[in-house]
């Protein structure tokens, strides 16, 4: 039988909230090109990811407003502040908001860390709202499942394992068909990365990601969908199986290469000069750090002279 694939909607930055399927709605940023999502159910409206300050979440909030149904939950993916420094807007009405267990207990020193970084950014238009935001941690977490009933639709929230960070979840809205996959599946040209012209979908990989954890992780990630299902990334537009197996290839790639560069003892600083990458190198600083502070000991080799 021929599947016919779905095709949603593109949400256009700053356009608003855009439905990419039944109660399914997403709102693409300009700054970062981030996402925030929305899910409604007969028991009201469940946002996942706040945006990058309280400023910015200010205006997310008066169009979730617009949309049918009451504020009645708040999904963080992941702790960075992106995708948590609007929680103290949305928690002012007093709804829980849902975390993985580490995201929650990472989100203020992270988004401390944030504040800093942007001491050493005068010219950057959004420096003042960042370091004015409050940061509100979740206050519902979980260790690797949970559901959030939304009366006649049952919400998932799944921590698949370690990728982009230590605390990803994923937010599987099965009766749709839809998984909204956070920073674990990247399709922005810019996102954490800025704009560079023919790199599509570059991961995040910073300075607190998991490159050997992150294949099997998508491995899972992948289990929960299907041809046809829509998933929405944490930057950029709505991607399908297809695009998250891509991207998974792709990052096996990655610590598959790591991996045998430090089998073979070639050290961490001359790494990403020893190999072709599938992404740009300049973009690989962090995950051949990482990727070699992953490794047993035992499968570092001292380079042979």
Not at 207 to 225: H, K, N, S, Y
Not at 287 to 302: K, N
Request: with cysteine; hydrophobic share 40%.
């Amino acid at each position: 039988m021929r599947v016919v694939l779905r095709i949603p909607p593109v949400p256009p930055p700053d356009g608003g909230f855009v439905e990419v399927a039944d109660r399914c709605w997403v709102a693409r940023h300009s700054w970062f090109d981030v996402n925030v999502s929305v899910v409604g159910g007969e028991r009201g409206l469940l946002v996942v990811d706040t945006h990058a300050s309280e400023r910015a979440a200010e205006a997310v909030a008066e169009q979730v407003r617009a949309l049918p149904g009451e504020l009645v939950g708040v999904v963080n993916t992941h702790e960075h502040f992106d995708h948590t420094f609007g929680n103290r807007v949305f928690a002012a009405t007093q709804v829980p908001v849902y975390a993985h267990e580490t995201a929650a207990a990472n989100t203020v020193p992270a988004g401390e860390r944030i504040k800093t970084l942007y001491d050493e950014e005068p010219e950057d238009p959004h420096r003042e709202e960042v370091q004015a935001t409050r940061i509100v941690p979740a206050t519902d977490t979980f260790s690797s499942a949970r559901v959030v009933d939304l009366g006649d639709r049952q919400v998932e929230l799944v921590h698949p394992g370690r990728g982009h960070t230590a605390g990803d979840a994923v937010v599987r809205v099965p009766d749709a068909d839809v998984v909204l996959a956070g920073d674990l599946v990247e399709e922005s040209v810019r996102g954490h990365h800025g704009p560079r012209e023919g790199v599509n979908g570059v991961p995040g990989f910073g300075a607190d990601c998991f490159p050997m954890d992150w294949p099997l992780t998508l491995d899972l990630v992948i289990g929960l969908l299907s041809a046809e299902t829509v998933v929405v990334p944490g930057h950029g537009v709505p991607v399908d199986r297809d695009f998250v197996q891509e991207q998974r290839s792709a990052i096996g790639i990655v610590a598959e290469t790591i991996r045998d560069l430090a089998t073979r003892g070639v050290p961490v600083m001359d790494a990403l000069g020893a190999a072709e990458w599938p992404y740009p190198a300049e973009d690989l600083h962090h995950a051949v750090r990482r990727g070699y502070e992953q490794l047993p000991r035992s499968s570092r080799s001292l380079p042979l002279l």
